[in-house]
C-alpha cells in the first residue's frame, strides 16, 4: 500500500531512530534500501519555498493534515453543553499511550486535562497536542493504562472531575465530562471520599454494640440489687424468735443474749 509515512525523520527517535543519521543531513542508506523493498513506489515529499507537497498518494487518499490518522472532526453534530464537554479517545490509544480529542472544537477554554485508571491512583497531567481541534495525550509511566477512566478538567472557573467515563481502551469512542460549574463536580470519587460508607457503617455498628452492652449491664445491676433487698429481708424475718406472751425479739441483739431464762431449776 502507498499513502504511509515512516515515522520518522530525526534520528533522536525513541521508536524507530529516524531516517537520519546524527548529523541530521545524511540518510540511513540501509533503512531506506528496507523501506524500498517493502513499498517500491513510496510518496514522496518535497520542500517549494513555504510550501509542502506530497506525490503520490494514490487515487483514494487525501492530502495530509496536521492531525492523527483518525479525523477529530468526523462525528456526529452533536454539541456539547454549557457545563460538558465532547472527549473522544485517539483510535491509536493503547496500554502504553493514550490521548483524547475535542471533536467539538469548543476547548479553548480549558487549561488542562488530568486522567486517572485502575492502574493510576495518582492524577496523570496531560501534554496538550495541536492535532485538530486540540488534544491531550498521558504517558503510562511505568503501569499499563487499564479499567475505567477518570478525568479532571481544569478551567480559569476552577477544577471540575468526572468518574467513569470509560470502561477501557477503545480507540474512536466518545462521552461527555463535566466542565467547571456544573451540576455534577467533585474532587474525589465515590471510593475515595473522605468519610468512606465502610466507616460510617463501622461507626453506627460500634455505637449499638455500645448502647447494648449499656442496657444489659443495667438491667444485671437492677436485677442484683432487688435480689440482695430481698434477701436482706428474709434474715431479718428469720433472726426473730418467739417470747412468752407472743412477743418476738431478736437473738444477739446488740451483742446480748436476750432469750428466756429457765427459772424450773
Request: aromatic share 10%.
Amino acid at each position: 500500500q502507498r499513502n504511509h509515512f515512516f515515522w520518522c525523520l530525526n534520528p533522536n527517535s525513541g521508536d524507530t531512530g529516524g531516517l537520519l543519521q546524527d548529523d541530521w543531513t545524511t540518510p540511513e542508506s540501509s533503512k531506506l534500501a528496507l523501506l524500498a523493498e517493502l513499498q517500491p513506489s513510496p510518496s514522496t515529499v518535497e520542500v517549494s519555498s513555504s510550501k509542502i507537497c506530497v506525490d503520490g498518494l494514490g487515487e483514494s487518499a487525501t492530502a495530509p493534515a496536521t492531525q492523527p490518522a483518525d479525523d477529530p472532526s468526523e462525528d456526529d453534530d452533536t454539541s456539547s453543553s454549557s457545563s460538558t464537554i465532547k472527549i473522544k479517545q485517539n483510535s491509536n490509544v493503547n496500554v502504553y499511550w493514550y490521548a483524547i480529542e475535542f471533536p467539538n472544537g469548543d476547548n479553548s477554554a480549558i487549561k488542562g486535562v488530568e486522567f486517572r485508571d485502575s492502574n493510576h491512583g495518582d492524577w496523570q497531567s496531560g501534554d496538550f497536542q495541536s492535532w485538530g481541534t486540540g488534544a491531550y495525550s498521558f504517558e503510562a509511566n511505568g503501569a499499563q493504562f487499564s479499567g475505567s477512566q477518570h478525568f479532571r478538567v481544569t478551567t480559569s472557573d476552577g477544577t471540575a472531575t468526572t468518574w467513569n467515563v470509560f470502561d477501557g481502551l477503545s480507540g474512536g469512542s466518545a462521552a461527555y465530562i463535566n466542565l467547571p460549574g456544573s451540576s455534577y463536580t467533585e474532587e474525589e470519587g465515590d471510593n475515595t471520599s473522605s468519610f468512606p460508607i465502610a466507616a460510617i457503617i463501622a461507626v453506627v455498628l460500634l455505637v449499638g454494640i455500645m448502647i447494648g452492652v449499656g442496657a444489659y449491664c443495667l438491667i444485671k445491676r437492677r436485677k442484683q440489687k432487688s435480689a440482695v433487698s430481698f434477701d436482706n429481708k428474709d434474715t431479718e424475718d428469720s433472726d426473730a424468735q418467739p417470747m412468752e406472751g407472743g412477743a418476738t425479739t431478736k437473738s444477739d441483739t446488740a451483742g446480748y443474749d436476750m432469750s428466756p431464762i429457765d427459772t424450773t431449776v
